[in-house]
């Protein structure tokens, strides 16, 4: 009697031991987006971080941070790749100066219409794949994009025209759309998106592409900026969720899977 008893508890024990080591370790990825928390774009994240959360009965958490409150927009991604952050939240544009092609993970300027076209081109159209031919190469894995739109350019002047744009001081991302602009006659100056109302409070800029209308007006923009284009005729901006390589491939495919669907 004793002998099966003993057996038994022995049994018991193992299957509490094996049973503790099929449960998932509890991991948290540290996020970064240049958008601020009470924005759109915000909001929208904070959905996001929260679904994971929900879908993955808490094993797998983001830490967000807004803003860029841990390093600049522009170096969100290196440091995602050199592991101050696990994933960028932000956009290819910054990353323009390394390689041209980033350019049109971000903005092709006037190349997409609405943002299915260019989510179809990402999802069906052999985008992911080749964006992640770009993106192995700097030890980073393109998710998924997000877009919010055709987005208006805001000033502190009417622009009628062309010819309104000469000598227009903005904000602009580095990339394509400074080139565009100051071959047009504008003076682009390349800064932190979170600089913007600064900048125009202060005179440094006369307006800036910052986001869309439901953006602008969520920061503060149109308090300094009274006037806008609409709809957006230049830009409708893609921003990216890329993540360290190892960091993606260490998470489970059912953690993988969670993050794609609930950033879907």
Not at 87 to 103: E, P
Not at 203 to 210: K, R, V
Not at 245 to 263: F, K, N, P, Y
């Amino acid at each position: 009697m004793l002998k099966t008893v003993t057996n038994t508890l022995l049994a018991s024990a193992a299957i509490v031991v094996v049973g503790a080591g099929a449960v998932a370790a509890q991991t948290t990825l540290r996020i970064q987006t240049h958008s601020g928390q009470s924005s759109p774009y915000g909001v929208a994240i904070q959905q996001f971080v929260d679904n994971v959360n929900t879908m993955s009965g808490g094993d797998l958490t983001i830490e967000a941070f807004y803003g860029s409150s841990v390093v600049p927009s522009a170096e969100t991604f290196d440091a995602a790749k050199n592991g101050i952050l696990d994933c960028d939240m932000t956009n290819g544009s910054y990353q323009a100066g390394k390689n041209a092609a980033f350019q049109f993970v971000a903005d092709t300027m006037g190349g997409y219409d609405t943002p299915l076209q260019f989510q179809a081109w990402v999802r069906a159209g052999g985008g992911t794949e080749a964006i992640n031919e770009l993106y192995a190469s700097h030890d980073m894995t393109f998710i998924g994009a997000h877009v919010g739109g055709q987005e208006s350019l805001n000033s502190t002047r009417p622009i009628a025209g062309v010819a309104d744009l000469e000598g227009f001081k903005f904000r602009s991302p580095p990339g394509m759309e400074s080139d565009i602009f100051a071959a047009l006659g504008a003076s682009p100056i390349v800064m932190d998106f979170t600089e913007v109302i600064t900048a125009l409070e202060s005179g440094i800029i006369d307006g800036a592409d910052a986001s869309t209308l439901g953006t602008n007006l969520n920061i503060g923009v149109y308090d300094v900026a009274k006037h806008t284009t609409f709809p957006g005729f230049h830009s409708m901006s893609s921003d990216h969720l890329a993540c360290r390589t190892s960091v993606w491939e260490s998470l489970t495919d059912q953690q993988r899977r969670i993050i794609e669907v609930a950033h879907t």
